[in-house]
């Protein structure tokens, strides 16, 4: 696109007019997430009452939207998510993902077997334990991640506290 002819005033008014419009398409997307997380939580939580039924099969049978996304929309209409927070997510692990690729091969994966390989049992039960608790962590907001810092730190100070006076009474 040539923008030559165009003076500044209207490079200036086309681009708010282009932000505007953008906006305004967004703040309506975000209503709408917000719309389909209140449903989806409505129904996640009948479906979690069912013997019959998961959570997955609800999804796969009556909307077509992934487990992981419905989740996230989920979130997004509790406060506790914003998209971009998952997007960044996707986009940071597709570039490692790549980066994997360009250093290792073709497949990420045969590099990820070699490595689990030459760890030992401990070291895997480690990454493992690691993983699953990135992954928590992750979905935290920054409150309860907060909150979460001074439970842990409290914790640490009872066990010191705890440490002394066993000491003390020995």
Avoid at 135 to 152: G, I, S, Y
């Amino acid at each position: 696109m040539n923008h030559d002819d165009l003076s500044l005033e209207q490079l200036g008014a086309q681009a708010y007019g282009h932000h505007k419009a953008g906006q305004k398409n967004y703040d309506k997307a975000m209503e709408h997430a917000k719309s389909a997380g209140l449903y989806l939580a409505e129904a996640k939580a009948r479906v979690a009452k069912r013997k019959d039924m998961t959570w997955p099969q609800f999804l796969k049978a009556h909307c077509d939207i992934g487990r992981s996304r419905a989740d996230e929309l989920i979130m997004i209409a509790e406060g506790r998510s914003e998209p971009s927070a998952s997007a960044d997510r996707v986009r940071e692990w597709r570039a490692t993902q790549a980066e994997l690729r360009r250093t290792y091969g073709k497949s990420s994966k045969i590099h990820q077997q070699k490595q689990r390989s030459g760890r030992s049992e401990v070291d895997k039960e480690r990454a493992e334990v690691e993983t699953s608790i990135a992954a928590m962590l992750n979905r935290l907001t920054t409150k309860q991640l907060k909150e979460f810092e001074m439970h842990l730190r409290n914790v640490s100070f009872a066990r010191n506290s705890l440490a002394v006076w066993t000491a003390a009474a020995a």
